[in-house]
């Protein structure tokens, strides 16, 4: 049993968890989120966009296929719905748990101008206000904008250009709302989370990251913050320790509390290769979805697929 972190912050890796169905693959595991039966939903890149487990990891369903052309984000929204975030096909669907597309954001297929503000180019993730279902939508990779939308998908205003000044973006790469409505912004590629209140107007930042892309808030109780950091060695420091890829635990005020991980990238159980989603269930178990593929296993000789989703068990 491999085992990460330490005191209340300690977890056994649950290897080889998820029991797909033979031939299947996810191609990579992009986002991944939990419903409030602990039903775990996996947004692959793979034949079968959404694969639903159990938490213990048996299939139960998929769905999605032909519909998303490149998963990127997931969010769990209310009254059983869910987000799917497709920044290949620019473009944001809600979703009943089964696949039932209710609403459709954006034009499938048909990017808006690169850099011109206007939603979407290659959006990344979705984030709901508890208070409201009012909902950020970050427009990452052909845009450095978050677009704020009424509950029936009414664009409301957006904020953002590129930049690494506070409110300027370089991959505003996935968005998380606490409980009272404040959003937290991954700013990937400026190594920071960046804090807004709900009228988009900056708070403060979380500097010494190494590229955050995953993020998650527990809005329960004291409220923590899940990020799984893509990590920053690049060439000589490959190999180097403190860089990530990792997953980070903090508190509301991003203190760090535990990280997890943190050595060089690798297959073996409990370390990380390219930490992409992320999300907790109701015991406080870890999800962790990485883009291996697109990371490691396409650039191999021959390519192959590697492990592209971990599940990290809370001990109590």
Not at 300 to 308: A, D, F, G, Q, T
Request: aromatic fraction near 10%.
């Amino acid at each position: 049993m491999v085992t990460l972190g330490s005191a209340a912050y300690t977890y056994n890796v649950a290897e080889d968890w998820g029991k797909l169905p033979d031939g299947w693959s996810y191609r990579e595991a992009a986002a991944v989120g939990v419903d409030s039966n602990d039903n775990v939903y996996v947004f692959s890149r793979g034949e079968h966009p959404m694969i639903v487990f159990d938490r213990e990891g048996n299939f139960l369903r998929s769905w999605g296929e032909g519909v998303f052309p490149r998963a990127h984000g997931i969010t769990m929204g209310p009254n059983d719905t869910i987000f799917c975030t497709d920044d290949g096909d620019h473009t944001v669907r809600k979703c009943t748990l089964d696949g039932k597309v209710l609403l459709t954001l954006g034009v499938s297929g048909t990017p808006a101008p690169f850099m011109s503000g206007d939603p979407f180019n290659r959006c990344t993730h979705v984030a709901i206000d508890p208070n409201n279902e009012d909902f950020y939508v970050t427009d990452g990779y052909g845009n450095a904008r978050v677009h704020k939308y009424s509950p029936d998908g009414k664009l409301l205003f957006s904020w953002g250009e590129s930049g690494t000044d506070p409110g300027q973006f370089n991959i505003a790469h996935n968005v998380a709302t606490d409980k009272d409505g404040w959003v937290y912004v991954a700013d990937r590629e400026n190594h920071r989370i960046q804090v807004f209140d709900r009228n988009g107007k900056f708070e403060t930042q979380w500097v010494n990251m190494a590229r955050p892309c995953g993020l998650f808030i527990d809005q329960s109780g004291d409220q923590k913050v899940y990020v799984g950091e893509l990590g920053a060695p690049i060439g000589p420091n490959s190999q180097a320790f403190g860089l990530g890829p990792r997953v980070t635990i903090m508190d509301i005020k991003g203190n760090v509390l535990a990280r997890l991980g943190d050595g060089p990238e690798g297959e073996e159980p409990g370390r990380f290769i390219a930490p992409h989603g992320i999300c907790i269930d109701s015991r406080g178990d870890i999800y962790v979805a990485e883009v291996s593929w697109t990371h490691t296993g396409s650039r191999l000789n021959p390519p192959r697929e590697v492990r592209s989703l971990q599940k990290l068990v809370h001990q109590t």
